[in-house]
Nanobody
């Protein structure tokens, strides 16, 4: 089976930084795109950033250059470096990955369980 596990969330003051990590494990043949999403209370889940297997990145407009997504293909991990955090960044952050399992060789979308980020003013 395949599992995504996030880490690195926590409580930080406005202007601070956090680095989230997401590790994929299991019967993995290949990991295609990976990304981070977030969901604040009472709001819909929204895209934060994505990174392709080749390293191409895409970001949501609201990030304004504050966040950086990266990945380590050898470790099957994706990261989100978040700087200049603001109270409106408070949300549950989820990792998502498009993974081809060893068998069957079909791509599926997988989600992690989420890691909470809380930014105090």
């Amino acid at each position: 089976q395949v599992q995504l596990v996030e880490s690195g969330g926590g409580l930080v003051q406005a202007g601070g930084s956090l680095r989230l990590a997401c590790a994929a494990s299991g019967s993995i043949f290949r990991i295609n795109a990976m990304g981070w999403y977030r969901q604040a209370p009472g709001k819909q889940r929204e895209l934060v950033a994505t990174v392709s297997s080749g390293g191409s990145t895409d970001y949501a407009d609201f990030m304004k250059g504050r966040f950086t997504i990266s990945r380590d293909n050898a470790k099957n991990q994706v990261y989100l470096q978040m700087n200049s955090l603001q109270p409106e960044d408070t949300a549950m952050y989820y990792c998502r990955a498009y993974i081809v399992r060893n068998s069957p060789r079909i791509e599926f979308s997988y989600w992690g369980q989420g890691t909470q980020v809380t930014v105090s003013s």
